[in-house]
């Protein structure tokens, strides 16, 4: 460039030269070439910049779209896994699964943590959620393998293995690290009750239901009994058939003992299909919940869909919270008070809207939109496998 410039500052002093006076006007065309000279080079100077400018543009251009190339790759050639139990895969509000999944029940097979790190290769994520017993603690059933501590399953930390926790606890910073995000979410919360609508046209047959499967034909005391508390509901429904007279459908102790006061006043039955048994929540007027280490009591919401008030445990793992001034009342809030808590349930029986709140607090947009963000929040946006402006909320596949 030095020496075309040389060349030119030769051809442009030649030209002055035929002007006018040169020699005497000599020092006054100097300036003038130099002046000229400065407006030349600063052209050619852009002109270069700009030509490097283009040039890096179109480099960082080129870079950033085989960056965002590469980045909608890792999000959409993930394989997106179908899981079975422990595993629960979570949907898209289009029914669309997502690269995010509950963990809900502790490893107790050594396919469980085979199948994860397989998962985990394919870019998908996981979130724990309390939905078996007490976990994510041991459990606390003594008929449960689970409640084991050396067993096998409690050599994971389902913590590290989960980047959230979704809990149905009252205190969960006595069971989950503080520092561990969480959010006070079950998949209870997600209860159908677009389906599941109370009809008015159906006779109310009984007063109450309750479930308790039995364990066993000759029905001892084991895991089901033990987590629905069959021990303290049989002196409940003494008080309730001996003393108020009322009516109850017990389903899944059939053949079982039950109080002699409730002979005459209860049903029992096998234990029945589903498609059977939802139809019996509009045989009844309310549900009775005695359960104590039940994390998810989808027994408690699809009850509250049917309209049906609860009579429930206060010291239930989880579903306490649906249990409102609107819903119904707790017993066991202190020793003794199943009669006194009974009594004032059945005086306030028609102020209670069950249905009502749960499609005020539990619909299932509000609900999946907090699953959304709280996904978001934990796995990250950039890790999805969904752009977040094409989902409205998201839900577990119960």
Known sequence: MGIKLNKLSKKIKNMFKILPNYKKNKYYYMVILFVLLIIIISYLCKKKNNKDSVENF???????????????????????????????NIYDDKGNK????????????????????????????????????????????P???LSDPKHKAWTYDYFKLCKGWCHCFR???DIIPKDHPKILLSESDFAKYKKHLPDPNINKKYDFMYVCLKDNDKCEEGWQSYNRNWKQAEKCLD???????????????????????????????DFLNYSVFIKKYNECRFVFVPNQLDASPRVMTEAICFNLPVLGNYKI????KYVTNEV?????KKEGDFEEVLTIF????NTYKPRKFYMREYPEEKKGKELLNFVVKTVGEDNLSFKLSDVKYLVPAI
């Open 58 to 88: 179109n480099k960082n251009k080129n870079k950033n779209e085989e960056n965002n190339k590469n980045k909608n790759n890792n999000k959409n050639n993930g394989v997106i896994v179908s899981m079975k139990r422990p595993f629960l």
């Open 98 to 141: 997502v690269n995010v999944v509950f963990i809900t029940h502790p490893f107790s097979r050594d396919e469980c943590i085979e199948q994860y790190n397989d998962a985990i290769k394919k870019n998908m994520h996981f979130l724990g959620i309390s939905s078996y017993c007490n976990f994510p603690e041991i459990i606390s059933n």
């Open 143 to 145: 008929h449960d393998i």
């Open 171 to 173: 205190n969960p910073d």
């Open 239 to 269: 008080i309730m058939c001996n003393k108020f007279k009322l009516k109850g459908l017990l389903i899944g102790r059939i053949n079982c003992k039950i109080p002699g006061s409730c002979h005459q006043l209860m049903e029992t039955t």
């Open 317 to 320: 793992t989880g579903g306490w």
């Open 328 to 332: 119904g009342e707790l017993f066991n």
């Open 346 to 349: 059945l005086k306030k029986f």
